[in-house]
């Protein structure tokens, strides 16, 4: 039994939130009282990499990315690293905000994931305080240039929101060139209490605006957008090379390849759905097949669809 769809999408890339809690509180993904506690039934590390080795099993994955919530205030995130590094022929990727990064990287003893996204959605410390309700910005850029020391490829992911950070994103634009390092400027998703609170509108700004602004200080030359990824890529006369992540008004559905894992032990196809599917008890690959074929089943066909689900708890 093939996990292919009349699409011809599979799953070769798996996203695993390790836990649904984080140590900032963005105001795009949480609310001022959404409750961030991680439940006691999430799975031990153990069995989170045996599903894990499962899933490797059935289907062709080339890269597992670690998300959360956040992934770096997961107690045990150094054993699963090199545990994957170990047992995993895949590439294993993190995506986190930076904030606890460089004291994760100091205790891999040189077992560092092949791959680092990180967000950083201002240079200023206000705004990362109105932003994230955390202060010292500097843990962030010094993180970076930490695991740029290490050699480790980065790339930085910035959210951007109308009258809030979209000031700056010529300033992250250089920012990043001057270090060789990509940046994907990603337009706001109807997720969480902003697609339930109808507060999307009113801060969206579209790939096309990302662009114009862009295009205003630099020539810039379009790369195009390669097949399963999500970002539309440039590069300015300078060399710095930037994407648009453009979910609401460029989607990429008809080619996604992702699977998402929770810390519980359930798989989503797609963000837009709220079905999770425990495949905790599963045994035998047949029924795991069928499993993976429902997931792959709720994927949109052209465009994302919004979910009440907050990215906290899934996973980016």
Known sequence: MQVIDH????????????????????SYCVSDNEQKKNSTNALSWQNLCSIIEKLEKNLNISTIRLTGG?????????????????????????????????????NLDNNFPDAINISLDTLQEKTFYSLSKKKNIQKVLDAIEYALDCQIKIKINTVVIKNTNDTEINDLLVWAGKRNIPIRFLELMRMGHFFQNNKFESSFISQQEIISKISNQFNIKELGRLKN????DWETQEGYKFGVIANESVPF???CNRLRLDSYGNIYGCLSSNL???????????????????????????????SELSMLKIGG
């Not at 904030?99 to 994760?104: E, G």
């Open 7 to 26: 699409l011809g999408r599979s799953f070769s890339s798996l996203r695993v939130s390790l836990l649904n809690t984080c140590n900032l509180s963005c």
């Open 70 to 106: 956040e992934p770096t205030i997961y107690k045990n995130i150094i054993p699963v690293i090199k545990y994957l590094k170990t047992n995993s022929k895949a590439q294993i990727k993190i995506t986190t905000n930076g904030y606890l990064l460089k004291n994760v990287l100091e």
């Open 229 to 232: 990824a999500t970002s539309h």
């Open 253 to 255: 559905c008809n080619d």
């Open 276 to 306: 999770p599917i425990d495949i905790t008890k599963i045994a035998d690959h047949f029924t795991l097949k069928k499993h993976l074929l429902e997931a792959l089943s709720h994927k949109k066909e052209t465009k994302f669809e919004g």
